[in-house]
Protein backbone atom coordinates (compact mmCIF):
# COMPACT_ATOMS: atom_id res chain seq x y z
CA UNK A 1 0.00 0.00 0.00
CA UNK A 2 2.68 2.26 0.69
CA UNK A 3 6.91 1.95 -0.67
CA UNK A 4 9.10 1.92 1.33
CA UNK A 5 10.77 5.19 2.46
CA UNK A 6 7.38 7.20 2.26
CA UNK A 7 6.65 9.59 4.41
CA UNK A 8 3.28 8.50 6.67
CA UNK A 9 0.88 11.32 6.46
CA UNK A 10 -2.47 12.00 9.21
CA UNK A 11 -4.15 10.91 6.13
CA UNK A 12 -2.17 7.32 6.12
CA UNK A 13 -2.59 6.50 9.01
CA UNK A 14 -6.40 6.75 8.68
CA UNK A 15 -5.72 4.71 5.46
CA UNK A 16 -4.20 1.79 7.86
CA UNK A 17 -6.56 1.85 10.40
CA UNK A 18 -9.27 1.39 7.79
CA UNK A 19 -7.34 -1.74 6.30
CA UNK A 20 -6.91 -2.98 9.78
CA UNK A 21 -3.56 -2.16 10.28
CA UNK A 22 -3.10 -1.52 14.15
CA UNK A 23 1.10 -1.08 14.41
CA UNK A 24 3.90 -0.65 11.53
CA UNK A 25 7.19 -0.07 11.48
CA UNK A 26 8.77 3.13 11.08
CA UNK A 27 11.74 5.23 10.91
CA UNK A 28 12.33 8.53 12.53
CA UNK A 29 14.96 11.03 11.27
CA UNK A 30 17.78 11.92 14.33
CA UNK A 31 19.15 15.23 14.37
CA UNK A 32 22.37 14.91 11.83
CA UNK A 33 20.45 12.92 9.60
CA UNK A 34 18.96 13.64 5.95
CA UNK A 35 16.40 11.69 4.14
CA UNK A 36 16.88 9.08 1.65
CA UNK A 37 15.11 10.97 -1.18
CA UNK A 38 17.32 14.48 -0.23
CA UNK A 39 20.30 12.56 0.41
CA UNK A 40 20.15 11.22 -3.38
CA UNK A 41 19.09 14.15 -5.03
CA UNK A 42 21.70 16.50 -3.59
CA UNK A 43 24.30 13.97 -4.34
CA UNK A 44 23.18 13.65 -8.01
CA UNK A 45 22.73 17.23 -8.53
CA UNK A 46 26.60 17.52 -7.68
CA UNK A 47 28.18 14.88 -9.61
CA UNK A 48 26.50 15.27 -12.71
CA UNK A 49 26.44 17.73 -15.68
CA UNK A 50 26.07 18.50 -19.21
CA UNK A 51 22.54 17.21 -20.80
CA UNK A 52 21.43 15.69 -18.00
CA UNK A 53 18.21 15.65 -16.36
CA UNK A 54 17.51 14.41 -12.30
CA UNK A 55 14.96 12.11 -11.59
CA UNK A 56 13.73 11.01 -8.09
CA UNK A 57 12.70 7.33 -8.13
CA UNK A 58 11.11 5.37 -5.33
CA UNK A 59 13.06 3.68 -2.40
CA UNK A 60 15.56 6.57 -2.16
CA UNK A 61 17.02 6.76 -5.58
CA UNK A 62 17.67 9.22 -8.24
CA UNK A 63 18.30 8.52 -11.60
CA UNK A 64 20.04 10.53 -14.49
CA UNK A 65 18.98 10.16 -17.87
CA UNK A 66 20.17 12.22 -20.93
CA UNK A 67 18.24 15.14 -22.43
CA UNK A 68 20.02 14.55 -25.65
CA UNK A 69 22.46 12.51 -27.64
CA UNK A 70 25.92 12.53 -25.70
CA UNK A 71 28.56 10.49 -24.62
CA UNK A 72 29.49 9.75 -21.27
CA UNK A 73 32.55 10.80 -19.78
CA UNK A 74 33.62 9.41 -16.69
CA UNK A 75 35.99 9.64 -13.50
CA UNK A 76 36.68 6.64 -12.22
CA UNK A 77 39.17 7.06 -9.53
CA UNK A 78 36.59 9.39 -8.35
CA UNK A 79 33.58 7.59 -8.30
CA UNK A 80 35.40 4.73 -6.58
CA UNK A 81 36.42 7.10 -3.88
CA UNK A 82 32.81 8.18 -3.56
CA UNK A 83 31.64 4.74 -3.64
CA UNK A 84 33.76 4.00 -0.71
CA UNK A 85 32.80 7.44 1.52
CA UNK A 86 29.03 7.12 2.50
CA UNK A 87 26.09 5.18 2.78
CA UNK A 88 24.88 6.59 -1.08
CA UNK A 89 25.86 4.66 -4.47
CA UNK A 90 26.62 5.41 -7.69
CA UNK A 91 26.20 3.69 -10.72
CA UNK A 92 26.96 5.11 -14.28
CA UNK A 93 27.61 4.02 -17.99
CA UNK A 94 31.01 2.99 -19.13
CA UNK A 95 33.15 6.07 -19.48
CA UNK A 96 32.82 7.41 -23.65
CA UNK A 97 29.57 5.07 -23.67
CA UNK A 98 27.54 6.86 -26.54
CA UNK A 99 23.54 7.40 -24.77
CA UNK A 100 20.67 8.24 -26.54
CA UNK A 101 18.27 11.34 -25.73
CA UNK A 102 15.98 9.60 -22.84
CA UNK A 103 18.35 7.22 -21.74
CA UNK A 104 19.45 6.58 -17.89
CA UNK A 105 23.34 6.80 -17.96
CA UNK A 106 23.74 6.89 -14.12
CA UNK A 107 21.92 6.19 -11.04
CA UNK A 108 22.50 7.56 -7.09
CA UNK A 109 21.10 5.01 -4.44
CA UNK A 110 21.38 5.76 -1.00
CA UNK A 111 20.66 3.21 2.20
CA UNK A 112 17.25 2.75 3.73
CA UNK A 113 15.69 6.38 5.01
CA UNK A 114 18.43 7.93 5.91
CA UNK A 115 22.27 9.11 5.47
CA UNK A 116 24.15 10.58 8.12
CA UNK A 117 24.63 14.65 6.91
CA UNK A 118 28.55 14.40 7.31
CA UNK A 119 29.09 11.44 5.07
CA UNK A 120 26.73 13.60 2.76
CA UNK A 121 29.03 16.44 2.86
CA UNK A 122 31.83 14.13 2.19
CA UNK A 123 30.11 13.16 -0.73
CA UNK A 124 29.25 16.77 -1.82
CA UNK A 125 33.08 17.54 -1.17
CA UNK A 126 34.67 15.26 -3.08
CA UNK A 127 32.32 16.28 -6.01
CA UNK A 128 33.27 19.64 -5.58
CA UNK A 129 36.78 19.85 -5.29
CA UNK A 130 37.65 19.49 -8.92
CA UNK A 131 34.26 19.00 -10.54
CA UNK A 132 31.61 16.85 -11.19
CA UNK A 133 32.74 13.49 -11.93
CA UNK A 134 30.11 12.39 -14.44
CA UNK A 135 29.39 14.52 -17.44
CA UNK A 136 27.09 14.06 -20.49
CA UNK A 137 28.96 15.31 -23.45
CA UNK A 138 26.26 16.32 -26.20
CA UNK A 139 26.81 15.03 -29.69
CA UNK A 140 25.10 17.76 -31.57
CA UNK A 141 25.18 17.71 -35.61
CA UNK A 142 28.74 16.16 -35.82
CA UNK A 143 30.32 16.47 -39.26
CA UNK A 144 31.86 13.27 -40.23
CA UNK A 145 34.12 12.61 -43.20
CA UNK A 146 34.74 9.65 -44.88
CA UNK A 147 38.03 8.62 -47.16
CA UNK A 148 37.62 5.11 -48.65
CA UNK A 149 41.06 3.68 -49.79
CA UNK A 150 42.34 0.56 -51.84
CA UNK A 151 45.95 -0.05 -53.00
CA UNK A 152 44.06 -1.52 -56.50
CA UNK A 153 40.92 0.59 -57.26
CA UNK A 154 39.81 3.88 -55.75
CA UNK A 155 36.38 2.79 -55.34
CA UNK A 156 36.97 -1.21 -54.37
CA UNK A 157 37.16 0.12 -50.43
CA UNK A 158 34.04 2.45 -50.83
CA UNK A 159 31.65 -1.12 -52.47
CA UNK A 160 33.14 -3.02 -49.77
CA UNK A 161 32.29 -1.18 -46.51
CA UNK A 162 29.94 1.81 -47.31
CA UNK A 163 26.86 -0.18 -46.02
CA UNK A 164 28.49 -1.03 -43.00
CA UNK A 165 30.06 2.45 -42.39
CA UNK A 166 26.32 3.81 -42.91
CA UNK A 167 24.84 1.02 -40.34
CA UNK A 168 27.62 2.04 -37.98
CA UNK A 169 27.51 5.55 -37.80
CA UNK A 170 23.41 5.20 -37.59
CA UNK A 171 23.82 3.48 -34.43
CA UNK A 172 25.33 6.67 -32.80
CA UNK A 173 22.92 8.80 -34.52
CA UNK A 174 24.60 10.14 -37.58
CA UNK A 175 26.22 9.51 -41.10
CA UNK A 176 29.01 10.53 -43.40
CA UNK A 177 28.19 14.31 -44.75
CA UNK A 178 31.86 14.14 -46.64
CA UNK A 179 32.71 10.69 -49.12
CA UNK A 180 35.79 10.21 -51.09
CA UNK A 181 37.70 7.27 -52.32
CA UNK A 182 41.03 7.19 -53.04
CA UNK A 183 43.80 4.90 -54.59
CA UNK A 184 45.97 3.72 -52.03
CA UNK A 185 49.27 5.83 -52.56
CA UNK A 186 50.85 8.21 -50.25
CA UNK A 187 50.13 11.35 -52.86
CA UNK A 188 46.49 10.44 -53.68
CA UNK A 189 45.68 9.66 -49.65
CA UNK A 190 47.55 12.79 -49.03
CA UNK A 191 45.55 15.06 -51.74
CA UNK A 192 42.03 13.73 -50.55
CA UNK A 193 42.78 14.28 -46.54
CA UNK A 194 43.53 17.99 -47.31
CA UNK A 195 40.35 18.25 -49.78
CA UNK A 196 38.03 16.60 -46.85
CA UNK A 197 40.53 18.91 -44.28
CA UNK A 198 39.68 22.35 -45.20
CA UNK A 199 35.56 21.10 -44.91
CA UNK A 200 36.28 21.39 -41.39
CA UNK A 201 34.84 18.07 -40.46
CA UNK A 202 34.25 17.03 -36.65
CA UNK A 203 36.36 13.81 -37.53
CA UNK A 204 37.49 12.15 -41.01
CA UNK A 205 37.60 8.30 -41.03
CA UNK A 206 40.14 6.30 -43.04
CA UNK A 207 38.94 3.08 -44.30
CA UNK A 208 41.33 0.77 -46.24
CA UNK A 209 41.38 -2.59 -47.38
CA UNK A 210 44.77 -3.30 -46.37
CA UNK A 211 45.69 -3.34 -42.69
CA UNK A 212 48.62 -0.82 -42.23
CA UNK A 213 51.23 -1.30 -39.62
CA UNK A 214 51.63 2.09 -38.15
CA UNK A 215 52.11 5.73 -38.86
CA UNK A 216 55.16 4.62 -41.31
CA UNK A 217 52.83 2.51 -44.23
CA UNK A 218 50.98 4.75 -46.52
CA UNK A 219 47.88 5.83 -44.56
CA UNK A 220 50.73 7.05 -41.85
CA UNK A 221 52.65 9.10 -44.26
CA UNK A 222 49.85 10.45 -46.03
CA UNK A 223 48.10 11.35 -42.71
CA UNK A 224 51.97 13.45 -41.84
CA UNK A 225 51.91 14.88 -44.84
CA UNK A 226 48.26 16.23 -45.15
CA UNK A 227 49.34 17.94 -41.67
CA UNK A 228 48.49 15.35 -38.82
CA UNK A 229 50.30 15.14 -36.09
CA UNK A 230 49.97 11.52 -34.44
CA UNK A 231 48.16 11.00 -30.72
CA UNK A 232 48.41 7.15 -30.41
CA UNK A 233 49.03 4.20 -32.59
CA UNK A 234 48.00 0.59 -31.47
CA UNK A 235 44.68 0.69 -28.90
CA UNK A 236 44.67 -2.45 -26.63
CA UNK A 237 41.07 -3.27 -27.88
CA UNK A 238 40.13 -6.78 -29.72
CA UNK A 239 39.53 -6.29 -32.49
CA UNK A 240 41.13 -2.94 -33.28
CA UNK A 241 44.80 -3.27 -32.30
CA UNK A 242 45.82 -1.26 -35.23
CA UNK A 243 44.04 1.92 -34.38
CA UNK A 244 46.38 5.05 -35.75
CA UNK A 245 45.05 8.62 -34.35
CA UNK A 246 45.97 11.78 -35.22
CA UNK A 247 45.21 15.44 -35.17
CA UNK A 248 44.65 18.14 -37.76
CA UNK A 249 44.03 20.99 -35.50
CA UNK A 250 41.19 19.65 -33.43
CA UNK A 251 39.71 17.55 -36.19
CA UNK A 252 40.74 13.74 -35.95
CA UNK A 253 42.23 11.89 -37.85
CA UNK A 254 41.18 7.82 -37.24
CA UNK A 255 42.32 4.75 -39.48
CA UNK A 256 40.70 1.50 -37.92
CA UNK A 257 41.91 -1.14 -40.15
CA UNK A 258 39.44 -4.17 -40.36
CA UNK A 259 37.06 -2.45 -38.55
CA UNK A 260 34.79 -1.13 -41.11
CA UNK A 261 34.57 -4.51 -42.43
CA UNK A 262 31.89 -5.54 -40.06
CA UNK A 263 29.20 -3.67 -37.31
CA UNK A 264 30.13 -5.87 -34.27
CA UNK A 265 31.76 -3.90 -31.53
CA UNK A 266 35.22 -3.26 -31.93
CA UNK A 267 37.32 0.09 -31.21
CA UNK A 268 35.40 2.43 -33.26
CA UNK A 269 32.13 1.50 -30.55
CA UNK A 270 34.94 2.90 -27.86
CA UNK A 271 36.64 5.64 -29.63
CA UNK A 272 33.72 7.26 -32.14
CA UNK A 273 31.42 8.37 -29.02
CA UNK A 274 33.83 11.07 -27.38
CA UNK A 275 35.28 12.32 -31.07
CA UNK A 276 32.13 13.13 -32.16
CA UNK A 277 31.27 14.70 -29.11
CA UNK A 278 34.00 17.11 -29.69
CA UNK A 279 35.88 15.76 -26.86
CA UNK A 280 40.19 15.36 -27.51
CA UNK A 281 40.81 11.97 -26.84
CA UNK A 282 44.40 11.41 -25.89
CA UNK A 283 46.56 8.52 -26.05
CA UNK A 284 46.55 8.42 -22.57
CA UNK A 285 42.86 7.76 -22.36
CA UNK A 286 43.21 5.13 -25.52
CA UNK A 287 45.73 2.97 -23.61
CA UNK A 288 43.10 3.28 -20.75
CA UNK A 289 40.79 1.34 -23.06
CA UNK A 290 42.28 -2.32 -22.22
CA UNK A 291 40.29 -2.41 -19.25
CA UNK A 292 37.51 -4.29 -20.91
CA UNK A 293 38.93 -3.76 -24.13
CA UNK A 294 38.41 -7.61 -24.97
CA UNK A 295 35.11 -7.23 -27.25
CA UNK A 296 35.37 -10.25 -29.02
Known sequence: MLAKGHMISDDDARMLETEGMREVWVSELEEGEVGEDEAVMQVASEV??????????????????????????VDDGRL???????????AT????????????????KSTPFAVANAQLEAVISIAKERGPILQARPIRSPSLAVLYTDPGSAERARQLFESIMRQRLERLGTSAALVLASLEEEGAVAKSLQHLLRAKPTAVLIAST????????????????????????????EP?????LGYKG???????????????????????????????????????????????
Open 48 to 73: GCGSLEIRLAAGGRANLFATEPCCLL
Open 80 to 90: KQINCTANVVI
Open 93 to 108: MVNFAYARSGQRVATA
Open 210 to 237: TAPAGPDDVVGRAMLRAGCQFERFLAPV
Open 240 to 244: GNLLL
Open 250 to 296: EIAVLSAPGCFRSTKPNVLDLALPPILARYRLSGWEIAGLGHGGLLA
